[in-house]
């Protein structure tokens, strides 16, 4: 899983790209988040046009990085997220 990053005036921009699958994957990303807050950077959009895949570790990426940005009074979206992974967060829910 590659990581991107891009910072907009309102919010931080997160592209993630490939399959999110293995918990070691995870760091650029918790680097991202924690980077984020840290600068009060409330706002953080996690876009997921680009992944292929995703595994009960990609899920908990993801929980990880809404958890712990609602925890510090942000707010956290995914965006663009492919049908067969909406279909997977939809059953979770």
């Known amino acids: 899983m590659d990581v991107k990053t891009n910072e907009t005036e309102n919010a931080l921009v997160i592209t993630l790209e490939g399959k999110m699958m293995l918990g070691y994957e995870a760091n ?8 984020a807050m840290k600068r009060n950077k409330k706002k953080i959009v996690v876009d997921l046009s680009n992944v292929q895949f995703i595994s009960s570790w990609g899920i908990g990426i993801l929980m990880y990085g ?6 510090l009074g ?11 992974i909406n279909e997977i967060l939809i059953k979770i829910n």
């Open 74 to 84: 942000g707010e956290f979206k995914l965006a663009s997220v492919p049908e067969k």
């Open 66 to 71: 809404y958890t712990t940005t609602t925890n």
């Open 28 to 35: 650029d990303f918790h680097e991202a988040i924690e980077n």
